[in-house]
């Protein structure tokens, strides 16, 4: 399986789109790791991991082929993860020649309602026919191509029924397992007792919105300490063994810290820290 994170921003962006913090200027002075867009991963060019408003930008930067992809996951429908606008103009005479002309998109409830919402003004009915809605339940894993997923509750500003924010274990048919855990911060009791019964994965993704900062009472995100945290629980019940690449992912300015600072958090527990374009090469196991 080759995983390639595209976008490894929270929500605004870093440096964020309308800030002037220092933390914003000194990324922007670094460059290169530090410089990080909203969050978006690929996997083997067909199946995209979230539709943020860097879509477009992604495809420059990366060379990517998005005519190929046959599916789209979405985790939830904070803008930053999704943007439905773009799906108008794919198909239709805004994208005559695609590789896969129907798209498969799996999400909650509430992403295809907030997609209905914002693009039923412009959506044309040959784009709109070529979209194929599959709405998750938590725990129910679903099959397509060469991918069994399961959605998993997110601990994710779930109050009052706004938002159903799902996070996915991705498996594909050679039994690769990614966890793509965003955004959420300490996964609720179900999924660690759904965790426990699951072998070693190949790769786990893990939010850390808050960065370096010592965790804040603000819910929804971790920040490097809970990661770590929860990594080594997750080395204790064997979802996480020696093979197993697990990645801090999701930076916010708010969380300050440098790619650089974020590494020697994270690589003494061997971690690794994500950035845009960084991609990770899975083999199955033995
Ligand atoms: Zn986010
Ligand atoms: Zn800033
Ligand atoms: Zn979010």
């Known amino acids: 399986m080759r995983f390639q994170y595209l976008g490894t921003a929270a929500a605004e962006g870093w440096p964020a789109v309308f800030c002037d913090c220092e933390y914003c200027r000194r990324a922007a002075e670094l460059g290169g790791k530090n410089i990080r867009t909203r969050s978006q991963a690929i996997i083997n060019g067909d199946l995209l991991l979230d539709l943020p408003p860097?879509?477009?930008l992604h495809k420059?930067?990366?060379g990517l082929d998005l005519s190929a992809v046959k599916h789209l996951l979405v985790t939830h429908c904070h803008m930053d993860h999704f943007y439905p606008q773009e799906l108008t103009v794919r198909g239709s005479c805004y994208s005559p020649v695609m590789k896969s002309p129907e798209l498969d998109v799996f999400c909650a409830a509430e992403t295809k309602a907030l997609f209905d919402?914002?693009?039923?003004?412009?959506?044309d009915e040959a784009s709109s026919g070529a979209l194929h809605w599959h709405i998750l339940k938590p725990f129910e894993p679903v099959s397509f191509g060469r991918y069994t997923v399961t959605p998993l509750p997110a601990s994710h500003m779930a109050q009052g029924g706004r938002n159903q924010p799902f996070i996915y274990h991705i498996v594909d048919e050679a039994g690769v397992s990614v966890y793509y855990l965003h955004d959420s911060g300490y996964s609720l009791p179900e999924v660690w007792a759904y965790f426990e019964k699951q072998k070693p994965a190949d790769l786990i993704s893990l939010d850390t919105t808050n960065g370096g900062l010592p965790t804040q009472s603000y819910w929804g995100h971790m920040g490097a300490n809970?990661?770590?945290?929860?990594?080594?629980?997750?080395r204790e019940i064997g979802l996480a063994d020696e093979k197993t690449v697990c990645?801090?992912?999701?930076?916010?300015h708010n969380g300050q810290s440098t790619h650089e600072e974020l590494e020697a958090l994270a690589v003494p527990d061997g971690v690794r820290v994500a950035y845009d374009g960084m991609t990770v090469e899975l083999e199955p196991r033995a």
């Open 54 to 56: 860097d879509t477009y």
């Open 226 to 234: 809970q990661v770590l945290d929860v990594v080594a629980r997750m």
């Open 117 to 123: 919402r914002c693009t039923n003004h412009e959506i």
């Open 60 to 62: 420059l930067q990366h």
């Open 247 to 252: 990645v801090m992912n999701h930076f916010s």
